[in-house]
Structure formats: structure tokens, C-alpha cells
């Protein structure tokens, strides 16, 4: 056989494997190590803001297994599948978690909670981690582009189906896997790969749960794969495979797990949210907060209506009614006009505008009813996120603002030093003291040195 | 179920209301015998390939059983392999209706939830006939649908029924019991990609569905709050995993508590395929009665259309299969076993076994003929019909599938399965008395849950 009839031979998993177990730290570019760090910053912050969420300790304390591994800012030292599950959930808990332009979904959150969680209970040095982290990030941002905008059309929720095989990747090559265990390792998380939209209905938590229960999974399919149980190899193309199931209406684009790989690190692309809601709401709230700060006055406002993409109506912005008035501070982060009105008052839109008691607030929710859209047919989304308002005020003025893009993402990325601003801020609110904060950072911005991740038991508590 | 009543506010409620001492004697003894079927398929797979991976990975030690292995594991380990071996040789429980599995998903979720738990055996009892009905109904609902969409309906309806399983173990209240259940919609996981390439991830399914299951009822119980509608929300798991259908939820909600599905749950009296079953019947009848096989010249099946593509061709391949599984649904070669040895039991697929010379003579001399008038789907028949060198002809005929709601498997051939299990694996076949004791202890609803010391007599 031609090597390139072997090639061909191979199936898509196998392929997208080879690479990522061939991966070592001199392989890895270090604009990609970097994005792995920030992503690995960013999530630490987040897990201490989330510590104290019901939801969060809910999971830590119920938890059954006690073992080696650490949630970050939890008392409880877990199994590794414990501290996968808390520090995922606590990382998506506010909707504060990095993101991907394009195509969107998260990244971080579904993958580095699980390779920590086994590189402390299996003794993986510091690097070992970081090739780990960064080639699970790597597999959720091309696994994710492979029929984007498909899974949610059939009702799933990315983040727990390709988390799953983010976690998958990131684990098995942290351990070393070889090509053709990583790639059962993908076919058993293919089976594991869960999570329905519902909670759009009622704001349910299960959506909060969905990072956190993919990297569980992800991690317990690559312990099996390295155990020797055997999984498909064509879990990604086959005629029962994850696209056909969980995208159906989608023609995958298997390229995207083939091509340059190794030369076009997409994870270097991974956007970060300076607001802890929606990621399309960004550009939007970053309009009402300039109008806010010039000085307009709230109750001259008669109407706000804003050209919106097709896309984000019936998550954002339906049922129009429901989304003028929250029924949580969870809810309220998806609520296009909440998040708008809320970011006009408080010029912010960061945790402390999504409590309870903010979403009931009457002054924020009167303005957030006087607030529409129309449908633009030719706005870029999900290319680009880009966002509009035009205010019509009662003597008959009109003032327009418009965003062309989000901040955070690739076109105006967050620099390290907005990165650890939020970080501090994350830190604060979930109560520590300010040292333990830069302790924090400190760790996660030279893991790559550490011989073990014992220094991570530090962050307990 | 009331007009505004959503379907998991409707299960909730009833499940709430229920007590173990509501359960008719017809539901007490099939959850028994499902106990029975399920513990001894479970220890006959322990040793396999399989089953040793999915020990290897899931080592974590703890005080939840493992049936047959002398030490404990942890909650979610022990459920995961119990699942996963108990389901491995496609040998448990079925439903006439749609094909799930119960036995393999709640039998595990609720043992390890009952250790975890400190749970009674009432509370279990309760938890293994609701989590079986739930799942069983919701089979119904589903029919062709799950599958259709290119999921295992053991691992997606599995999941809903052995957390509603939990859930009424746990006593919780209504409130819990639908976050429970909107928690377990977005956990239900499991494609078919299996098929592909007879990967093992459809043996898999039944233990993490079973692991999953007892998480989602933790969850609930502390008021992680679940979608209200999970079952038929536009975003809901029908919508979901079984987008093809408009799925009548009252096949789900009428009647609970006075209409027992799960009463009426399948057996295999053989390790194979569902539809192979009576011809077997047929073939073992006609070994017992003295029938030499070196004596037969011929082998003819009556047989229905919709069996021939899956179970009878290409037919020379189905007269050599190439391995254990696969030979698992080849009538011929299910035939030819029952005929040579009067059994198609584990023993009769192994790799040893699938390569018999005497197994495969035999095999090659079954043919088939299609008979229009037979009742396939909607019933499972057997027939064989033997030509002798002599010229002589001998026939048998089976009018319904033994183990089905039509020809149940009595208590006595559900123990004699489960020693011959047991028997497969080396393990004490007179241990089939204590697992037998047990199931009935747990389904009486008297006194604590002790599975620990079945586990330690069933283990060498």
C-alpha cells in the first residue's frame, strides 16, 4: 500500500490523533502556550468568582468521592471526576468563560478542569499539563468548526457534546496516549457526549452543568481508552457517527480536523469576555455604555430598537416578553434588552449586575421593555459579532451607535494586562484576599515549570 | 396528567405518591427476576476483555459492590461496571414494544445508589419497579424513534429511567424528583457507531447511563434546577434524540400505578439475538428427543421476511460467522448449537466454539424459506424442519418467543440461566440460591440493603 492510500485509510479521528499525540512542548508555537496560559488564568479567576455560588458548592459538598484533585476555592479535595465536574461548572456558572468567534462555544471550560484534575492524580509534570490543555483546546475549536451552527438546529448544546472530545483529546494526550487509544478515547467520548437546550425554556441550571459534565466524561473515556476498552474509530464520520447523530442537518467539513495542523493553531483565536453575559450582547452593551456616559437621560428615551442577526433572535432576544423581564440574574444574561439597560445605568455589565435582586430592579427592567430589534439581513453573524442601537428619543431625536466588532475577540483582544484585571476583579468577588489572587496567577502563569501540580492544593478552600 | 401539568411534573407526582407497599405481586416478581438475570449476567462478564477494561479504568475503591468481586468500589465506578457487564453479552432483559434493556441500567444505578446512600430495601424495591415502568414506557413513546436518530434507546431512555429509579429510592419530593429528571435530559448520551465496527461502546451505555442517572438524582436533591419541560420542550429530549415522531406522552403518564408495563418485561432463555430465540427452541427440542446430528441431511426454515437480511444473509457468511459476536445473529449457526449441544447459551459463543468443525457442518446445511403469512413483527416464531439421511423428516415448531409477555420463563428457568452464567464464569453455580434469596429479600421490602455479602460468596 502507498503511504498515501495508508493515509487515506485512516478514519478522521485517527488522522486529527496522529497529530495531537505526536505533540510535545518543543512542538507546541508559543503564541499558542500563551493562549493556553491566559485561557488557564481566566478560567482560575472564574472558578474563585463562582466559590460561593449555590450551584457550585451544591456539587462540591454532595459530591460522593473524595480523592487527590482540587476545585479551586472549595474546601474539599475531590476524585478526579469531582473536581473536573466543579471546576467546569464553576467556570460556565456566570457565562463569564472564554468563547469562540464563528463558530461559538466554549473552550476552556470543558477541557482544562479535566486534564488538571488527572495531571494531579496521575503526577503529570507542569508542561506535560500545558501540551495537554493546549491540544484540547486545539480539538474543541476544530472539532467545533466541523458543522458549526448544526447541533444547536438539532437541539444540542456544543459545549457538552464536542467538550466531551475536548476533554477526550486533552486528557489522552496528556497521558501520552498513542494515535490509535486517542482516538477510541474520542469514540468513547462520543458516546458520553451529552446536553439539551431545554433550559432556554426556564433558565434551568443544566446548562451550567454541561462543561463540567463533559469534562468528566471526556477524562473517564480517555482512562478507559488507555485501559484498553475498545471504542469506534470512525465515531466522527461514520454512518452512525457524532455529526449524523448530533448535527444532521449539517454536511461536515472533515477538513477542518485535517488541514494544517500544527501550522494554524485555532485556539490562538480564543476570545475572552469583558461582560458576564451572552457573548453577542457584548458589542451591544458596549453601545448603551457610551450613550450612558455621555449623559443621556434615561427617561427621554422613548424606544431603543437595534438591528440585530437572524441568529441570535430566539436565544437573545424570544420570547420578547420573557426577555423584558428576567426571572433570575442568570436569566437576565441572556436577555438582550436587560443586559443593554442595565450596562446604560451601572456603565458595566460584569457579575455584580447579574444577582437576583438586579434582575427585579424596576428602573433597569423600564427601560429594558422600551428596548426592540429588527432583523438585518446582511449582519455578519456568526462571522462577526457586531452590535447597533438607535435611540429614538421623545422630542423626536434619534441617536444611533453601532460596534463592528466584539472586544475580546480577534479583532480587539483582551491584552494580558485586561486579562489579570479581570482576573483580580473574579478573584474579589468570589472573597479572597488579594495575595492569594497573585499566589493564583503566579501558578497558572508558570505551570508550564512546575514538576507536578501538588502547588495546586494550595487553592483550596 | 392535568392540562397545565407538565409530563416530568405528572412522573413526579406519582412517583412521590407511591410506596413500596403500593407495588402488585406482578411487579415485585418481575423486578426480582430481572435481580436474578441481571447479577448473574453481570459476574458472567467480569473476566472478559471488557470487562477487565472497564475495571482497570474504573479502580477507584469504595464501599458501592461490584456483584462477584470481593472489594468494593466507588458510587459511580461500581455502577459503570456493573452496567457495562451486565449488558456486555446482549443476553439481559428486553421489552416487547421497544428494545431497552432495564435489568442492566437500574439494577446498577440502584445498587450503587443504595450504598451511597444508606437506602433500604424498601426504598430500592420502589426505586427498581419505578425506574424500570419509566423506562419502560418511555420505550413506548418512543418506539423506532431513538434509534432512528442514530441513539441506543437503552442509554438515552436508560438514563430518564434509572434517574426517576433513584429519585423515588431517595424519597424526594415532587420538586426534586423534575429537577432530577431535567438534570438527567442533559446527561442521556449514546450513538450507535458501534455498528461500525462492534467497538464496545453499546456494552458500555447501560453503566454510564447507570452512573449518570445517580448524579442527576443527587443533583435534584439538592435543587439543581432541571428544564420543567425536559420530555416535550421544544428543546426537550424527544425533540432532541427522536425528532422523527410526535410522541404521545400519555403512553407515559395513563394509567400509572394501575398499568405495570414493566410486569410484562422479556427474558433471553438464549445468549443471541432476540428473533433467534424459538428456532433454537425448536432445535433443542429435537436434540433432546434423540435426534443424532450426524443423522441429518438437511435443515429448512419457515421463516418471516423481515428477519432475512439482519439474521439469515448473505447466508454463506451466516453458516461461517467470524466471531463470537457476530455469531450471535446467525440463525443457522444458532440452530446448528442448539441442535449439537441443546443450548445457545455463553458457552455455545466463543471463539473456541465459532470455529467447531462440527458446529460449522451443521450450520452450512440450514437454509431458509420465507413464509408469507408469518406473523414477524408483530409475534416471534420458530420452526426447523429436519431431513434425514433416511429419509425420515422431523419437525418442531415454536408459536411465540419463550421469555415474552406470551410464554414468560418460569422462576425455575431463570435460575437454571443464571447457575449456567455463573457456571460460564467459574464461579459457585449453587451461588444462584443466594442471588436468588437476595432478589426476593430486596423486593419483599423488609429490612437493610446488603449486597456486599452476596458479592463475596459469588467471588472466587
Partial sequence: MQSGDAERALSVSQRFCAFLSALDAASIPISAREAAIRDLVDMSGLCVAARRESYVRQIAEAWDAEGPCTAIGQPRALDTAGAAVVNGVATHGEDFDDTLEGAPIRVGAMVIPAVLAVAERFGLSGERSLVGIAAGLEAVCRLNRVAPGHMHRAGFHPVGVIGALGSAAGVGTALGLDRDRLAMALGIASSMASGILEYLTDGAWTKRLHPGWAAQSGLRAALMARAGFFGPLTALEGHHGLYRSFAPTGTPDFSQLTERLGEDWQMRKIAFKPYACGTMIHPYIDCMIELGREGVDARRIKSVVCETGEGLVHRLWEPLGDKHRPPSGYAAKFSMPFCMAVGFFDGDAGLAQFTDARARDETVLELARRISYVIDPQNEYPANYTGHVRLEMTDGTVIERRRAHMRGGAREPLSRDDIVAKFHANVAHGGWERARGEALLEFCETLGEALDLSGLARFRG | ?460
Avoid at chain 2, 406522552?249 to 432476540?274: H, N, Q, S, V
Avoid at chain 2, 441431511?297 to 454463506?316: D, F, K, N, Q
Avoid at chain 2, 435460575?415 to 442471588?435: M, Q, S, T, Y
Fill in chain 2, 1 to 460: 396528567m392535568s392540562e397545565t401539568q407538565t409530563v416530568s411534573a405528572a412522573l413526579a407526582e406519582w412517583i412521590a405518591a407511591t410506596s413500596a407497599a403500593d407495588l402488585p405481586d406482578a411487579a415485585r416478581e418481575a423486578a426480582s427476576g430481572t435481580i436474578l438475570d441481571t447479577i448473574g449476567l453481570i459476574v458472567a462478564a467480569l473476566d472478559t476483555d471488557y470487562g477487565g477494561a472497564v475495571r482497570r479504568a474504573f479502580a477507584d475503591p469504595g464501599g458501592a459492590t461490584v456483584y462477584g468481586l470481593g472489594e468494593g468500589r466507588a458510587m459511580g465506578a461500581a455502577a459503570m461496571i456493573n452496567g457495562t457487564c451486565g449488558h456486555g453479552e446482549d443476553f439481559d432483559n428486553t421489552f416487547e414494544g421497544c428494545p431497552v434493556h432495564s435489568g442492566v441500567v437500574i439494577v446498577p444505578a440502584l445498587t450503587a445508589a443504595a450504598e451511597a446512600l444508606g437506602l433500604d430495601n424498601a426504598a430500592v424495591a420502589k426505586g427498581i419497579v419505578v425506574g424500570m415502568e419509566v423506562m419502560c414506557r418511555l420505550g413506548l413513546v418512543a418506539k423506532k424513534a431513538v434509534h432512528q436518530a442514530g441513539f441506543h434507546p437503552t442509554a438515552i431512555l436508560g438514563t430518564m429511567g434509572a434517574a426517576a429509579g433513584v429519585a423515588a429510592a431517595m424519597g424526594q419530593r415532587p420538586a426534586q424528583i423534575r429537577d432530577t429528571l431535567g438534570v438527567a435530559g442533559s446527561m442521556a448520551s449514546g450513538i450507535i457507531e458501534y455498528l461500525a465496527d462492534g467497538s464496545w461502546t453499546k456494552r458500555m451505555h447501560a453503566g454510564w447511563s447507570a452512573q449518570a442517572a445517580i448524579r442527576a438524582a443527587m443533583m435534584g436533591a439538592q435543587g439543581f434546577s432541571g428544564p420543567a419541560t425536559v420530555f416535550e420542550g421544544t428543546h426537550g429530549l424527544f425533540s432532541a434524540f427522536g425528532p422523527s415522531i410526535e410522541p404521545e406522552f400519555e403512553l407515559l403518564t395513563r394509567d400509572l400505578g394501575r398499568r405495570w408495563e414493566m410486569a410484562a418485561i422479556a427474558y433471553k432463555p438464549y445468549a443471541c439475538g432476540t428473533m433467534t430465540q424459538p428456532y433454537i427452541d425448536c432445535a433443542v427440542r429435537l436434540a433432546r428427543s434423540g435426534v443424532d446430528p450426524a443423522s441429518i441431511a438437511e435443515i429448512s426454515c419457515e421463516v418471516g421476511e423481515g428477519t432475512v437480511h439482519r439474521l439469515w444473509e448473505p447466508l454463506a457468511e451466516k453458516r461461517r460467522p467470524t466471531t463470537p459476536y457476530s455469531a450471535k445473529f446467525s440463525t443457522p449457526y444458532c440452530v446448528a448449537v442448539g441442535l449439537l449441544f441443546g443450548d445457545a447459551g455463553l458457552a455455545e459463543f466463543t471463539e473456541e466454539r465459532v470455529r467447531d468443525p462440527r458446529v460449522l457442518a451443521l450450520a452450512g446445511k440450514v437454509n431458509y424459506v420465507i413464509d408469507p403469512d408469518n406473523e414477524y413483527p408483530a409475534n416471534y416464531t420458530g420452526h426447523v424442519a429436519l431431513t434425514l439421511r433416511d429419509g425420515t423428516v422431523r419437525e418442531e415448531r415454536q408459536a411465540s418467543m419463550r421469555g415474552g409477555a406470551r410464554e414468560p420463563l418460569s422462576r425455575d428457568e431463570l435460575e437454571a440461566k443464571c447457575a449456567a452464567n455463573l457456571a460460564f464464569a467459574g464461579r459457585p453455580r449453587d451461588g444462584v440460591g443466594a442471588i436468588s434469596a437476595f432478589a426476593e429479600t430486596v423486593m419483599a421490602g423488609q429490612g437493610a440493603f446488603e449486597a456486599a455479602a452476596l458479592s463475596r460468596r459469588l467471588s472466587v
